[in-house]
C-alpha cells in the first residue's frame, strides 16, 4: 500500500497535536522527523498499523503559508474545530484556502468534545455543516472525538483508513517541479533541500536546477516518509540530497527542478475566484498579495470580465501581474488577499503562465483562456499558441507551461492542422500557420526590396532579416524559421547571406525594378552620400533636417531629395517628416526592440530611450514609427507587440 501523508488544520489550540497523538496512540514528539531542517509539525506516525506522514499546519500567522506549501502533498485534510470555541474566523480562512487549493480530501474533526455537551456538539455540528456550504466540501464527514478520553477516536480512525486506502491517482506528467521550504548543509554530505514535489518525478542521479537560478548538481539521495529511495514523484513530501554544488543554504520559494525548466515569469492569465467570505470584491488594478507554493510576493489584478471587477461568490478569467519571478505552470494553485489585509479573500488556478498584457478591448482572449481549461491537450496546445503574439512557440517553452513533456506537446501539436512544425519533424517549435503565410510574405517582400536596391548583393544576413519582417519572430525561433524558409525554397543560403531562391547576385534586379534606385558607393560628392555618411554618424542619434542641412552644405530641398533617394534605395527609413535613420542604426534599434519584447510584455518610453542609448525624442519618433508600422500597439504609455 502506497504511503499516505494526512494533514490537520485549524486556529491553534484547537487540539490538533492532541489528535495526532490519540490517533497514533504515542507521543506526537517522540516520532517526529529527526532530519535537521524538517519543518516544525511534519512527523511520522503509525495509525492503525499504517504508516502516514502528518503534516501539523501552524495555527499562527504561519498557518497560510503552512496551508500553501502542503495542501498539494496531502491524501487527507482534518480540518479541526475545538467544542468549546466553535467555529473562528481562522476556521474560515483554512477551508477557504483547502477549497481554492483544490485539497483532495476533508474531514472536519470537532475535537474537545469531552468539555461541552450534547447540545453545544450539534451547535458545532450546525454551524460546520453551514460554512462546508459555501465549499466543494460540502458532502465532508464530520467526527466528534476527545483526544483525552480516546472518545470517537476509533471511528475516526477507521473514516481516515477508509478515505486513504486507495487515494486517487496522482498524474506524474511534466518535468519534475519542487518549491523548496527548508535546506541544511552537513559537513561531508553536502546541501540537502527539502519539499513537496508538485510535477513529475525525480530518480537518484537525475541533474537538477535551482530555478531561478543556475545549475544545482545532481541529485545524490531521496528520502520519503523518512526512508529512503530511488524515487519520488507528485505529490511525495521528499529531502533531496544534491552532489555537486558549493551551496549551503537555499531561500524558501526557490524551486528545485529538471534543468529543462528554464523559464521564469512575472505576468499570467488565470482563473480566479472570490470567496463568499470576502469583505469586497476584486476590481481591475486592485494590489494584492500571492501566495504561490512556498513563494510569497505582491502584484496587480485586471480582471478580464465584462464590467472588470469580480463581486465575492463570483469567479472568472483575470490577468495577474507579479513583482517577483516565479516558477509556473498551467494548473498550479494560489491565493491572495489585498495588500496589508490579514485575510484570504481569493484564489485560482494558472491557466497561461507566460501571459502577455492584454489590449483594452481585445477579443477571443477569455474564449482561448477557457479552452486552457479543457481536459484534453490538444485543445489547450491550440489555445496557447493562439493567445502568444508571436509566430510560433519552442516545443521546450509550450512543454513547461503546460507542465507537460516535449513529446506530449509533438503528439498533440502534430495532429492540430494549424499548427506547422518548425522546421521539420521532429519539430523544434511549431507556427500558427496563419502567422506563417503572414511571415512568408514579409520576408520575400523584405528580401525582394533589398535585392531590387542592391542587386550586386548576395543577401541579408539571418538577423537583419529579423528585424525586418513585420510579424513578431524572437531570436529563440530564427534558426528553425529559417530551416523551414529553406526546406521550401523560399529561401537559399550563400554562405552567412540569405536570399529569395530566384536572386543571382549581379543579375538584373527582380521585378518590379525601382525606376529611381541607385548604387549604394556613390561618389563622395554626391548629396545622397553626403547625407548617408551624416546619418550614419548618428547612429541611434541623427541629425535632424536643419542639422543635415548644416552639416552637408545642402538646402532643406535638398536634404529631403537626397533622403527621398536613400529611402528608395533602402540605405535609409524616415522615421517622421524631418528624422530618418540609416539602414544599419535602424536595422538595430528595430531588434533590440523586437528581443527586448520578446522576453517582456511591454516596455515604456523611457525603457526603450535607455535601451537604445538615444534620447527620448529618437525613442518617441521610433516607437509612433513602429506603431503606424503594425510591428507594435500603443496601451496607455506603454507598447507592445502587435499580435
Given amino acids: 500500500m502506497q504511503p499516505a501523508t494526512i494533514g490537520t488544520a485549524g486556529p491553534a489550540g484547537h487540539g490538533k497535536t492532541a489528535l495526532v497523538r490519540a490517533l497514533s496512540g504515542l507521543p506526537a514528539a517522540a516520532d517526529r522527523g529527526t532530519e535537521p531542517g524538517v519543518d516544525l509539525g511534519f512527523g511520522y506516525h503509525e495509525i492503525a498499523g499504517r504508516r502516514f506522514g502528518v503534516v501539523d499546519l501552524p495555527g499562527t500567522s504561519r498557518l497560510v503559508r503552512g496551508l500553501i506549501a502542503d495542501t498539494h502533498g496531502t491524501d487527507l485534510v482534518l480540518l479541526v474545530v475545538a467544542a468549546d470555541a466553535g467555529v473562528l474566523p481562522q476556521t474560515e480562512e483554512c477551508l477557504d484556502i483547502l477549497h481554492l487549493l483544490d485539497a483532495r480530501d476533508l474531514v472536519f474533526v470537532i475535537t474537545k468534545a469531552d468539555l461541552v455537551d450534547a447540545v453545544r456538539i450539534d451547535e458545532v455540528r450546525a454551524r460546520v455543516a453551514a460554512l462546508a456550504r459555501s465549499s466543494r466540501f460540502e458532502s465532508a464527514p464530520v467526527h466528534a472525538v476527545s483526544s483525552t478520553t480516546g472518545s470517537g477516536i476509533a471511528e475516526l480512525r477507521a473514516e481516515i483508513q477508509r478515505r486513504t486506502a486507495q487515494p486517487s491517482p496522482r498524474t506524474s506528467d511534466g518535468w519534475f517541479r519542487m518549491f523548496v521550504d527548508r535546506s541544511f548543509h552537513v559537513a561531508g554530505r553536502g546541501l540537502t533541500v527539502t519539499g513537496t514535489v508538485l510535477a513529475g518525478r525525480v530518480r537518484t542521479g537525475d541533474p537538477v536546477a535551482f530555478r531561478p537560478g543556475g545549475a544545482a548538481g545532481d541529485v545524490a539521495g531521496l528520502q520519503v516518509h523518512g526512508q529512503s529511495v530511488p524515487e519520488a514523484t507528485v505529490g511525495q513530501r521528499v529531502a533531496v540530497r544534491l552532489a555537486g554544488t558549493e551551496r549551503k543554504v537555499v531561500r524558501r520559494g526557490v524551486v528545485l527542478a529538471d534543468p529543462r525548466v528554464e523559464f521564469a515569469t512575472d505576468r499570467v492569465d488565470c482563473w480566479l475566484e472570490v470567496r463568499p467570505s470576502a469583505r469586497q470584491g476584486l476590481r481591475s488594478f486592485d494590489r494584492v498579495e500571492i501566495d504561490v507554493g512556498t513563494v510569497e510576493t505582491v502584484g496587480s489584478v485586471v480582471v478580464l470580465e465584462p464590467g472588470e471587477a469580480l463581486s465575492p461568490g463570483s469567479a472568472g478569467f483575470c490577468q495577474v501581474a507579479l513583482e517577483r519571478e516565479v516558477i509556473l505552470a498551467l494548473g498550479d494553485r494560489f491565493v491572495l488577499r489585498p495588500v496589508g489585509g490579514a485575510r484570504t479573500t481569493a484564489g485560482g488556478v494558472v491557466l497561461q503562465p507566460f501571459a502577455v498584457r492584454h489590449a483594452v478591448g481585445e477579443r477571443g482572449v477569455t474564449d482561448r483562456l477557457a479552452r486552457l481549461r479543457a481536459p484534453a491537450l490538444p485543445g489547450r496546445v491550440q489555445a496557447l499558441f493562439e493567445l502568444s503574439p508571436e509566430v510560433g512557440l519552442p516545443v521546450c517553452y509550450a512543454a513547461q507551461a503546460l507542465g507537460r513533456t516535449v513529446d506530449d506537446v509533438r503528439r498533440a501539436a502534430g495532429g492540430l492542422p494549424d499548427l506547422l512544425p518548425l522546421p521539420t519533424e521532429p519539430a523544434e517549435a511549431y507556427a500558427l500557420r496563419e502567422r506563417w503565410t503572414k511571415l512568408v510574405a514579409s520576408t520575400v517582400d523584405a528580401l525582394g526590396r533589398h535585392h531590387r536596391a542592391h542587386p550586386e548583393e548576395p543577401g541579408m544576413n539571418a538577423e537583419t532579416l529579423r528585424s525586418r519582417v513585420r510579424v513578431p519572430l524572437p531570436p529563440r525561433l530564427l534558426d528553425a524559421v529559417v530551416a523551414r524558409l529553406l526546406a521550401e525554397t523560399v529561401l537559399a543560403r550563400d554562405g552567412d547571406l540569405l536570399r529569395?531562391?530566384?536572386?543571382?547576385?549581379?543579375?538584373?534586379?527582380?521585378?518590379?525594378?525601382?525606376?529611381?534606385?541607385?548604387?549604394?558607393?556613390?561618389?563622395?560628392?554626391?548629396?545622397?552620400?553626403?547625407?548617408?555618411?551624416?546619418?550614419?554618424?548618428?547612429a541611434a542619434a541623427p541629425p535632424d533636417l536643419r542639422q543635415l542641412a548644416e552639416a552637408t552644405?545642402?538646402?532643406?530641398?535638398?536634404?529631403?531629395?537626397?533622403?527621398?533617394?536613400?529611402?528608395?534605395?533602402?540605405?535609409?527609413?524616415?522615421?517622421?517628416?524631418?528624422?530618418?535613420?540609416?539602414?544599419?542604426?535602424?536595422?538595430?534599434?528595430?531588434?533590440?526592440?523586437?528581443?527586448?519584447?520578446?522576453?517582456?510584455?511591454?516596455?515604456?518610453?523611457?525603457?526603450?530611450?535607455?535601451?537604445?542609448?538615444?534620447?527620448?525624442?529618437?525613442?518617441?519618433?521610433?516607437?509612433?514609427h513602429f506603431d503606424a508600422e503594425g510591428l507594435t500597439i500603443r496601451t496607455g504609455g506603454t507598447r507592445r507587440l502587435k499580435t
Wanted: no cysteine; hydrophobic share 45%; net charge neutral.
Fill in 553 to 624: 552644405g545642402l538646402s532643406a530641398e535638398g536634404v529631403r531629395a537626397a533622403i527621398d533617394d536613400l529611402v528608395r534605395t533602402g540605405d535609409a527609413v524616415r522615421i517622421s517628416l524631418d528624422v530618418a535613420f540609416g539602414r544599419d542604426a535602424y536595422a538595430r534599434v528595430r531588434t533590440e526592440l523586437v528581443d527586448f519584447l520578446a522576453t517582456r510584455p511591454e516596455i515604456a518610453v523611457g525603457e526603450y530611450r535607455t535601451l537604445i542609448a538615444s534620447s527620448r525624442k529618437y525613442a518617441l519618433a521610433l516607437l509612433e
Fill in 500 to 538: 529569395l531562391s530566384q536572386h543571382q547576385p549581379g543579375a538584373a534586379p527582380l521585378a518590379p525594378p525601382l525606376r529611381h534606385a541607385r548604387p549604394p558607393d556613390v561618389a563622395a560628392g554626391d548629396p545622397a552620400s553626403r547625407v548617408r555618411r551624416a546619418l550614419d554618424a548618428g
